[in-house]
DNA sequence: ATGACTGCAAAGACTTTGCATCTTT
DNA sequence: AAAGATGCAAAGTCTTTGCAGTCAT
């Protein structure tokens, strides 16, 4: 028997708030900026609706990022900046990583293939810029 | 003051552990795999290894597949293929990014680059062959 | 002899889960 | 009324850390 989905105001609220921001949240984020909106809210249900959202499609992962797993409401292949220093992801999308990549795996390897990530890491322009200031 | 590292056999045993497997082990894949030959080897000293070396730049994380960090001793540029289903994680030589990647970061953004990893996603060929037995 | 390295176990941190209650259909 | 969704708190996992003893230099 399949499990069917009911409406949910907090659910709502939660998908509403990844898809308002560019900033790949955490739950804890995600959490702390629905709690005044949301005094009820618990970091349970964040977490069971991150995890929903994701079987479904409707967001992905971008992978863990000094301990804490980062989402993103934007569910194409697109390459990310990750900042070693403050740990922000940044978008960048003007560059990707090409789409024969996946093909490639798949003839090459006799893999299936879902997605792919192209994660590039280094230091952001203003974490540069504090360098300076020390 | 700088802080000076000295010989141990342990470490010793771990690197070469990483340097002989494909695997792209966790912390708990080479403590399994060391304690036969190291008996009083405990996890703590693993984990505080591969965090000397990933500081060193003799190792580098592959990233947090299924909860558990995975380790690569080999710190060039290239793929991977991440399987959901198994949870292997596979070195794909033949295919990269292409270098231009973080020097067009740099320049767009200005942005210090470091390293990037592309992750391909999917199901390998022996979790394929294991559908098609059930 | 000094300071690094380790084992052990406790502590930490993020995430998941059980259960009673509330909400949607 | 039935079944999903939630709050709360406990439990679970992986990882880090404090401390005393051991080892390298």
Redesign the pocket.
């Known amino acids: 028997m399949e499990?069917?989905?009911?409406?949910?105001?907090?659910?709502e609220a939660i998908l509403e708030a990844m898809r308002m921001t560019k900033s790949h949240p955490?739950?804890?984020w995600l959490y702390q900026q629905l709690k005044p909106e949301?005094p009820?809210?618990?970091?349970?249900?964040v977490?069971?609706?991150l995890?929903l959202f994701r079987q479904q499609g409707v967001i992905r992962s971008v992978g863990?990022v000094d301990?804490?797993?980062r989402f993103d409401a934007n569910t194409e292949n697109h390459t990310h900046f990750v900042c070693t220093c403050c740990h922000s992801v940044i978008d960048i999308p003007d560059i990707a990583a090409g789409e024969q990549v996946e093909q490639q795996v798949c003839r090459q390897y006799g893999f299936r293939t879902d997605h792919h990530d192209l994660t590039v890491f280094g230091t952001c322009d203003q974490c540069i810029k504090k360098e300076v200031k020390q």
Chains 1, 2 share one sequence.
């Open positions: 499990r069917t989905t009911r409406y949910s105001k907090k659910r955490t739950a804890e949301h009820d809210l618990s970091l349970g249900t977490y069971r609706n995890t863990v301990g804490h797993e």
